[in-house]
Nanobody
């Protein structure tokens, strides 16, 4: 049974940075493209970024382009999200999953951007 564990969230001031991690177990991690999602307070879950199985291609939501960078380390079964120039509207619980969203969801990691 696959399991994902997200970490790295916290409280940060506008303009600050955070690096999120998502560790996956129970599957051949390198076979899968991976995505980061977020769920702002009172809203639905939205796609933030996607990375191909070996990291050769990436894609981002318009709202985070130029500020967020997705990367992965297949040797560690981990995908990362480097978030720079954070804005209050980036406040959300962040999750990782397949682009198909077919794995069980983890608990997510809370990111709060506030002064």
């Amino acid at each position: 049974q696959v399991q994902v564990v997200e970490s790295g969230g916290g409280l940060v001031q506008p303009g600050g940075s955070l690096r999120l991690s998502c560790a996956a177990s129970g599957r051949t991690f390198s076979s899968y493209a991976m995505s980061w999602y977020r769920q702002p307070p009172g809203k639905g879950r939205e796609l933030v970024a996607t990375i191909s199985s070996f990291g050769r291609s990436t894609d981002y939501a318009d709202s985070v382009k130029g500020r967020f960078t997705i990367s992965r380390d297949n040797a560690k079964n981990t995908v990362y999200l480097q978030m720079n120039s954070l804005k209050p509207e980036d406040t959300a619980v962040y999750y990782c999953n397949l682009p198909s969203r077919s794995w069980p969801w983890g608990q997510g990691t809370q990111v709060t951007v506030s002064s």
